[in-house]
């Protein structure tokens, strides 16, 4: 039906920013949602932020301020960027999809997730 890609990953250095891209094929003109999750390995995922096909957003609470999220529909492509990254556990970033016209709880695609590591 969908599948996402991202791209991005890798070594940052704490303190600066991360940006990854998504990119969506299949029945890519289906989708109406958009966003991003991560997850820290042992932990639930974590939703981060979700765009619309519209173009309404919406971001975590505690993200806000360091966090863009946004798209190119007609390329089936969205972005995130984060900035003033804290080290830590190496993490895992999911680009996420959903045919739904409003956010859901879980939505029904996920990329295969990227892999970020924050260096000290």
């Known amino acids: 039906q969908v599948q996402l890609v991202e791209s991005g990953g890798g070594l940052v250095q704490a303190g600066g920013s991360l940006k990854l891209s998504c990119q969506a094929s299949g029945s890519a003109s289906r989708i109406n949602i958009m966003g991003w999750s991560h997850r820290i390995p042992g932990m639930p995922r974590e939703w981060i932020a979700d765009?619309?096909?519209?173009?309404?957003?919406n971001y975590e609470d505690s993200l806000k301020g360091r966090v863009t999220i946004s798209k190119n529909t007609a390329a089936g492509t969205w972005s995130l960027e984060l900035s003033r990254l804290e080290p830590g556990p190496t993490g895992v970033y999911y680009c996420?999809?959903?045919?739904?016209?409003?956010?859901?709880?879980?939505?029904?695609?996920w990329g295969q997730g990227v892999q970020v590591t924050v260096s000290s």
């Open positions: 765009i619309s096909r519209p173009g309404k957003i």
């Open positions: 996420t999809a959903d045919f739904a016209l409003f956010p859901t709880v879980i939505p029904r695609f």
